[in-house]
C-alpha cells in the first residue's frame, strides 16, 4: 500500500521492494479511505499524477483496515513519516503489517503565519519556521509600506500586505481590527483586580491589537466586545448578543465547600458553584470531573459559565503562575493557519509512529481476502454426535434386557 498524494516520490524511494512483491504476486492497494485495488503497472504510465500537500491521518487509515484486511496476511506499509499524518489516538491493530518509512526531501520550509497592526500602527508580524526537529515561530515588528532584510511590507489598495523576500508570492494582509475585552465589575470589586492584571499581562501575547477597558454597568458598552467578562452582582440586562462574541459570567447558585483541586494545575479549589446542567462543554474542570468553566453556543454569541470567583476566597487560581496561562489559551484560541499545517516540516521517530499490534492471530476480518466457510463442518459434528448418543442408549438398553 502506498498513499495516493505521495505515490510518485514513495514509490521512487522504495522502488526495488514494492516492485518485488509485484512481481511475487501482491495486489497493490492505495492507503486511502476504501483502499482501493489498482494495477501498480498502470498506475506507474500515468504521467498526471502529482505530489500533493494532503495530510491524511495514518492512524486513522490503520484503524480502518482492521475492518479490511486478514490477521495473517502480511500488509506492506510504504508512507512518509511527516507528523502532519498523525494525531489522536494510536490505533490497535491486528494486521500482520510490514512498515517502511521515508524523510521527505524538502526537509526546511518557512512562512508567514500571520500579521496585524498594534497600537502604535506598526505591523506585527510571525513567522514559521519548520524541519524534522521541530517548528517555531518568531515574531518580528514592520512598517507598513517598508522593506527589511526579511520583509515586503506594501501598501495596496486593500490594506497593507507582508510577504517574505525569499518567498515573495505568499501574502498575509495585515489585521486592523481590535479585539476588544470589557470587564463589568462594581465598584470596589477587588475580583476584576486580579482579573485586570492578569489581562494586562496576557494582552501582548494576543495576536491581535488589544483594546482593555473596565465598566461598572453594562450601558457604559458603546461597543461590541470581542470578549465581555460579567463580575457584577446583578444580571446581565442588554441582550448578550448586542454585547459580545464571548460572554463570561459568574454563575449563580449554592455554593459548596469542596476539598479539590483545578484540572491538571494542581490549584486548590475552595469552593465551587455545583452546576446542574447536562448539556454544556466543560472547558476548566475540578479534580473530581466537575465543571469549573462551561461553555455553549447561543445565538450570535458564545456563553461562558464560571462555576468559582476570580476570588482566593475560592481557590489558589488568581495566585497561581497558570492563570494567565489559562486566560491566554480562553480568549486567544487561536488555530493554526493552512500555511502551518502544509509547512509541518516535522517527523515522527519509528516507535512513536507504529500502532498497537495485536497478538491475536486467530481473529480474522473480512476484507481483501475470502473467509473460509465451516458451516457443513459444524453440522457433520452434530450429525455424528446425534448418531454416537443413539448407539450408546441402544448399547445400555440391550445390556438392561440381556
Known amino acids: 500500500m502506498i498513499p495516493?498524494?505521495?505515490?510518485?516520490?514513495?514509490?521512487?524511494?522504495?522502488?526495488?521492494?514494492?516492485?518485488?512483491?509485484?512481481?511475487?504476486?501482491?495486489?497493490?492497494?492505495?492507503?486511502?479511505?476504501?483502499?482501493?485495488?489498482?494495477?501498480?503497472?498502470?498506475?506507474l504510465k500515468d504521467t498526471t499524477k502529482v505530489t500533493d500537500s494532503t495530510a491524511a491521518n495514518y492512524w486513522d487509515m490503520l484503524a480502518r483496515l482492521n475492518g479490511k484486511a486478514p490477521a495473517r496476511l502480511p500488509v506492506y506499509l510504504f508512507t512518509d513519516n511527516?507528523?502532519?499524518?498523525?494525531?489522536?489516538?494510536?490505533?490497535?491493530?491486528?494486521?500482520?503489517?510490514?512498515?517502511?518509512?521515508?524523510?521527505?526531501?524538502?526537509?526546511?520550509?518557512?512562512?508567514?503565519?500571520?500579521?496585524?497592526?498594534?497600537?502604535?500602527?506598526?505591523?506585527?508580524?510571525?513567522?514559521?519556521?519548520?524541519?524534522?526537529?521541530?517548528?517555531?515561530?518568531?515574531?518580528?515588528?514592520?512598517?507598513p509600506g517598508q522593506s527589511n532584510a526579511l520583509f515586503n511590507a506594501a501598501i495596496t489598495n486593500g490594506g497593507v500586505?507582508?510577504?517574505?523576500?525569499?518567498?515573495?508570492?505568499?501574502?498575509?494582509?495585515?489585521?486592523?481590527?481590535?479585539?476588544?475585552?470589557?470587564?463589568?465589575?462594581?465598584?470596589?470589586?477587588?475580583?476584576?483586580?486580579?482579573?485586570?492584571?492578569?489581562?494586562?499581562?496576557?494582552?501582548?501575547?494576543?495576536?491581535?491589537?488589544?483594546?482593555?477597558?473596565?465598566?461598572?454597568?453594562?450601558?457604559?458598552?458603546?461597543?461590541?466586545?470581542?470578549?465581555?467578562?460579567?463580575l457584577a452582582k446583578k444580571p446581565v440586562d442588554v441582550p448578550a448578543a448586542q454585547l459580545a462574541d464571548n460572554l463570561f459570567v459568574y454563575q449563580t447558585g449554592k455554593e459548596q465547600v469542596v476539598n479539590s483541586w483545578l484540572g491538571n494545575v494542581q490549584v486548590p479549589v475552595y469552593k465551587l458553584i455545583i452546576s446542574e446542567k447536562k448539556d454544556e462543554q466543560i472547558v476548566w474542570h475540578d479534580g473530581f470531573g466537575k465543571p469549573v468553566l462551561t461553555s455553549e453556543q447561543s445565538k450570535g454569541?458564545?456563553?461562558?459559565?464560571?462555576?468559582?470567583?476570580?476570588?482566593?476566597?475560592?481557590?489558589?487560581?488568581?495566585?497561581?503562575?497558570?492563570?494567565?496561562?489559562?486566560?491566554?489559551?480562553?480568549?486567544?484560541?487561536?488555530?493554526?493557519?493552512?500555511?502551518?499545517?502544509?509547512?509541518?516540516?516535522?517527523?515522527?521517530?519509528?516507535?512513536?509512529?507504529?500502532?498497537?499490534?495485536?497478538?491475536?492471530?486467530?481473529?480474522?476480518?473480512a476484507g481483501m481476502a475470502d473467509d473460509i466457510d465451516l458451516s457443513h463442518y459444524v453440522w457433520l459434528v452434530l450429525i455424528l454426535a446425534f448418531f454416537a448418543e443413539r448407539w450408546l442408549s441402544h448399547q445400555k438398553t440391550k445390556t438392561a434386557n440381556g
Open 4 to 43: 495516493g498524494n505521495n505515490f510518485k516520490e514513495t514509490y521512487a524511494r522504495f522502488k526495488k521492494p514494492v516492485d518485488s512483491l509485484t512481481a511475487a504476486g501482491y495486489e497493490f492497494h492505495y492507503f486511502n479511505a476504501g483502499f482501493a485495488k489498482a494495477n501498480l503497472l498502470e498506475v
Open 82 to 143: 511527516a507528523a502532519k499524518h498523525f494525531g489522536g489516538n494510536k490505533p490497535t491493530i491486528i494486521a500482520n503489517l510490514k512498515w517502511q518509512t521515508y524523510s521527505p526531501a524538502d526537509s526546511t520550509s518557512e512562512w508567514l503565519e500571520k500579521a496585524w497592526f498594534t497600537k502604535d500602527n506598526n505591523i506585527r508580524v510571525v513567522k514559521g519556521d519548520s524541519h524534522q526537529y521541530g517548528t517555531t515561530f518568531s515574531t518580528y515588528t514592520v512598517q
Open 161 to 230: 500586505t507582508v510577504s517574505l523576500k525569499s518567498k515573495p508570492q505568499q501574502t498575509v494582509i495585515a489585521d486592523t481590527s481590535v479585539f476588544r475585552i470589557a470587564v463589568v465589575a462594581d465598584n470596589g470589586e477587588p475580583d476584576a483586580n486580579y482579573l485586570n492584571a492578569a489581562l494586562k499581562a496576557i494582552a501582548p501575547l494576543i495576536p491581535h491589537n488589544v483594546k482593555l477597558v473596565n465598566y461598572t454597568n453594562a450601558l457604559q458598552v458603546k461597543q461590541k466586545q470581542t470578549w465581555l467578562f460579567w
Open 301 to 365: 454569541f458564545k456563553l461562558y459559565r464560571f462555576y468559582s470567583r476570580f476570588s482566593p476566597a475560592w481557590s489558589d487560581l488568581v495566585w497561581n503562575d497558570n492563570f494567565p496561562r489559562m486566560l491566554l489559551a480562553l480568549v486567544s484560541d487561536e488555530q493554526l493557519s493552512a500555511q502551518s499545517a502544509a509547512n509541518d516540516k516535522r517527523v515522527m521517530a519509528y516507535k512513536q509512529m507504529m500502532p498497537v499490534m495485536s497478538n491475536n492471530g486467530k481473529q480474522t476480518l
